[in-house]
């Protein structure tokens, strides 16, 4: 099986970057990258030092429920070109993460999450996918509980 990750779509992006509201209602805060762990949701390439970037809440399900969660991502403030692919992104450099399967209906699989090492998140998608109940894979980082990326079968 292929997997790929997917960004925050670029429709999203524009609108966040355009000012749009996020997920609570509010303005995109706007502040400079500090270069220090900065994940761009869209490009997946960490913000530069010195570079523009958009602190926002973000909701990565398309409606509000009970599993939907809801909480802070970074985005360049200026359009990027969206990342993705195959290939692990910049992005998840932390030594590992949380990963969760969901269903079509974007609910949470129960007993597909789990603490992976970063290198090994290929294969435990992979895994994960290879469930018919679980239409995609969220990565949060363990720390704090964070959105990083979508993955999916290709």
Excluded: W
Excluded at 11 to 20: M, N, P, V
Excluded at 37 to 44: E, K, T
Excluded at 64 to 91: K, S, V
Excluded at 117 to 131: K, Y
């Amino acid at each position: 099986m292929n997997i790929h990750f997917r960004p925050v779509p670029t429709d999203l992006a524009r609108a966040y970057q355009a000012g749009g509201a996020d997920a609570n209602g509010q303005v995109p805060e706007r502040r400079m990258s500090d270069g220090a762990g900065n994940p761009c949701r869209h490009c997946l390439k960490m913000i530069p030092k010195g570079k523009g970037m958009l602190v926002l809440a973000h909701r990565p399900f398309p409606a509000p429920q009970p599993y939907a969660e809801l909480g802070p991502i970074f985005l360049c403030a200026d359009p990027c070109r969206a990342g993705g692919g195959a290939a692990m992104p910049e992005i998840l450099a932390s030594p590992d993460y949380i990963l969760r399967g969901y269903g079509a209906n974007d609910r949470m699989v129960h007993g597909t999450g789990g603490v992976i090492p970063t290198p090994l998140i290929p294969a435990r998608a992979e895994e994960l996918l290879g469930d018919d109940r679980v239409a995609y894979v969220h990565v949060r980082s363990v720390r704090n509980n964070f959105y990083q990326i979508r993955i999916e079968r290709t």
